[in-house]
Each structure stands twice: as structure tokens, then as C-alpha cells.
């Protein structure tokens, strides 16, 4: 009970909205031990379980009741505490990007870290180890747009694609730093975000000299 008390005290200073692992506490106790103290205050509605070795200490609006984290925010806590990185990849890179307006059931992140698949609820954070080169870019619109197009192909690019990529990029007041980045991407990818990023600048240009 001093453990679980210990846990307890350590939990509520933290700030509310923190995504919690077991392997946090293993300085108060052992393993089993921890996770009977966190499973107890799961039976208490102190803690959220997410999924094996995971928790959540919920926060709260005085509106919408309870605040669930996104999958996203959950898989960065893990990459965080495994010490790896991730890029958003596969059918949610298209996603983020508003090239699908689907949000896919299992949500793929490229990570230099262990490969795994951890459900939450209906859905399944999968991380799928890959090459370092393709973690290189440290621009996230860099890495959707890699991950994006290399999911939907060269030969099923469309106008369509391009007109949101070209919005995305122009928004993005990055042009510098896309242009050096893209140079990791596959030709053809380099060769399209090349065009893109041409047809802006020469855009810009134009509309300095008027």
C-alpha cells in the first residue's frame, strides 16, 4: 500500500493530459507491483488503462467532460519514452495531408525504434522499423509529403494531389528549407515538389513586379 500511495502522490502533481507508463514507477517497486497500483487506480476512475503498460491521467472540461488524447499524441508519448523516432506514414500520412479524407484503422508511423502494434480502443498504432534515411528530414510537411506520394504511387498522382500539396507548401513559409530537405525523397517525388515549389516562386515573382 506504500507503493500504490507513493504512485498515487507521484501522479496527482503531475500535470493532468500525461500519458503514463508502468516502467515510470519501477524505482517504487517491481513491475507487477506497479501495475497493481495503476490497475487499482484504473478501478477508482483515478486513471485511464489504453492499452498494456499504458495509462492515461484524464483531463477535464467543464463542457465536454473527460479529454481522450489522440492517437498521435499517444504514439509520440511511447516513441518518447522508448527513445526512438517517428514519422507519420502509409494511409494517415494521406490523411494529414487531406489527401483522404478517411481516417484509417490502423495508424502507421516509420520509427528507427522496435516494431510493434499497440491497439487503443478500434484503432492500432503500428510502428514499422525502417532505414534511418528515410527519418532524415526534420520538416514534418517533408515527411508527409515522402510518405504520402509514396503511398499513392507516381502513376496515380493527379491534379488533384498536386493542387493540395502546392496549398500545403505555399502556406507553409518553409520554401528554403522544403527545397533542401526533398533531396533525400526518391527522384520522382524530388522531381514533382520541384515543379510545384517553381511554379510558386515564379508566382511570387510576378506578383512583386506588378
Known amino acids: 500500500m506504500i507503493v500504490a500511495r507513493q504512485i498515487e502522490n507521484v501522479i ?29 487506480m484504473v478501478h477508482r476512475n483515478r486513471l485511464e488503462r489504453l492499452a498494456s503498460g499504458i495509462y492515461y491521467y484524464p483531463k477535464y472540461d467543464k463542457i465536454l467532460g473527460k479529454l481522450y488524447p489522440s492517437i ?3 504514439a509520440k508519448a511511447i516513441a518518447k519514452r522508448d527513445k526512438a ?21 490502423n495508424i502507421v508511423f516509420l520509427t528507427d525504434g522496435s516494431t510493434r502494434k499497440v491497439k487503443i480502443n478500434n484503432q492500432q498504432i503500428v510502428f514499422k522499423k525502417t532505414n534511418p534515411k528515410n527519418l532524415v528530414p526534420k520538416n514534418k510537411l517533408v515527411n508527409l509529403i515522402i510518405q504520402a506520394l509514396k503511398t499513392t504511387k507516381q502513376e496515380n498522382i493527379n491534379d488533384r494531389h498536386l493542387k493540395i500539396i502546392e496549398k500545403h507548401i505555399k502556406n507553409s513559409n518553409q520554401i528554403e528549407q522544403i527545397k ?5 525523397a526518391p527522384v520522382w517525388i524530388r522531381k514533382i515538389i520541384t515543379k510545384i515549389i517553381d511554379k510558386i516562386e515564379n508566382e511570387l515573382a510576378s506578383s512583386k513586379c506588378k
Do not use: H
Open 72 to 74: 498521435e499524441t499517444i
Open 180 to 184: 533542401k530537405e526533398i533531396q533525400v
Open 85 to 105: 523516432r517517428i514519422i507519420p506514414a502509409g494511409n494517415y500520412a494521406l490523411y494529414l495531408l487531406g489527401l483522404s479524407e478517411q481516417i484509417p484503422m
Open 12 to 40: 496527482q502533481d503531475k500535470k493532468q493530459g500525461k500519458i503514463i507508463f508502468v516502467n515510470d514507477f519501477v524505482r517504487y517497486g517491481d513491475y507487477d507491483t506497479v501495475r497493481k497500483a495503476l490497475q487499482r
